[in-house]
């Protein structure tokens, strides 16, 4: 299905009904007046168990924090640009992911150089057995670039990840650390994409205000992001939802 503003507003509307019936972080913030209220990102800082629903509480014995972000993201997003795959992504810790969802594109994580590791090219294989085929898609921030490509051997494209939208000379993608990546810079139409199927945006005071329509754990209702856009509009090419400054 193409895409539909007024759908896009009530899916929304109905993730912010359901965060304020079930879960406890916007049940207290509606009790407190607040309803669905921009948040700003500092409050979900160590308040993971409250962001999952009542029925399904965060449990810190048996899971992962769940800020590792979810792969199936990542593939929507770099989906707009139609790169292809396989996927290489620099992260600060290891994930046990050897695909992006469940019949998603083939992907291997690998260490920043900033990583808290002994030495972190011993965990290069898997990112390495990628590279090989030299067509994969590396998705990093600016700064590992260069090291990364030279330890694994990396010749396909890179994938710039931002938390500040600069105005990108080739592909780019926007990442906040709660949110995971929630938009991509089109080379086709020189916009901030949004994978509006798993993405609601909206305008707010000092930034955009992020829904996380298909996750639950944690429920991401109207963060608010500072990423130096402000406005959403849409793309007159695709006619879809773009950030604008
Ligand atoms: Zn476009």
Known sequence: MGFSHIAWERAA???????????PFYRERHARGLGVAP??????ERR??????LSRPYSAQREPTLWTGDPADLAAVLRISGLGWPVVEVRSALVPWTRLGLLGPRYAPVLSGSAIAVDVSTTDGPAKALAASGVSVLVSPPDDVADVVARIG???????SLVKADQPDGHAVLHDRHLGYFAEWSTDCAQWH??????????GEGGILVTALRRRR????????????????????????????
């Open 13 to 23: 509307a109905a993730v912010a009904a359901r965060a304020v019936r079930e879960v």
């Open 39 to 44: 948040v700003p990102a500092a409050e979900l």
């Open 48 to 53: 993971l168990w409250a962001l999952c629903p």
């Open 154 to 160: 990396h010749r396909g494209p890179v994938v710039r």
């Open 194 to 203: 949004v994978p509006w199927r798993r993405f609601h945006v909206d305008a």
């Open 218 to 245: 944690p429920t991401l209702v109207r963060v608010l992001v500072d990423v130096g856009l402000g406005r959403v509009a849409e793309c007159p090419a695709h006619g879809t939802p773009v950030l604008l400054a």
